[in-house]
């Protein structure tokens, strides 16, 4: 909410992911992703641990994802979720880029720290 108060008023936060306790189902479905996305993308194997990985969310709750609203449209950073390619990906970030930058900067402000 204070990171919120940084940024002008037609770019919101929105949480999309944060706690996440241990559960099978998951772990499963994280596997499956994995092995479509290794299966698809064999010279994007590096990126696996990153994308699949929990990230923090099963451990302490302290790890969130937001996604950023821009006048009241949520931007599609990754339009086919983690199977968007880097290019489709990097085009987008630099479309964006201003507006990214104000939500990274209110985000550190307030002590989050980015990945």
Not at 33 to 61: C, M, Q, V, W
Request: net charge positive; charged share 20%; hydrophobic share 40%.
């Amino acid at each position: 909410m204070k990171a919120q108060e940084k940024l002008p008023d037609n770019i919101q936060l929105v949480l999309t992911r944060g706690y996440q306790s241990k559960s099978w189902m998951l772990k499963i479905m994280r596997r499956a992703g994995a092995l479509a996305f290794a299966l698809l993308y064999s010279d994007r194997k590096t990126e696996i641990p990153e994308i699949f990985g929990h990230n923090g969310h099963a451990t302490d709750g302290n790890h969130i994802d937001v996604s950023i609203r821009l006048n009241d449209q949520t931007l599609k950073l990754l339009p086919k979720s983690v199977f968007t390619s880097i290019a489709t990906a990097e085009n987008i970030m630099a479309m964006y880029s201003p507006v990214i930058s104000k939500v990274k900067t209110a985000l550190q402000e307030c002590g989050f720290k980015i990945h």
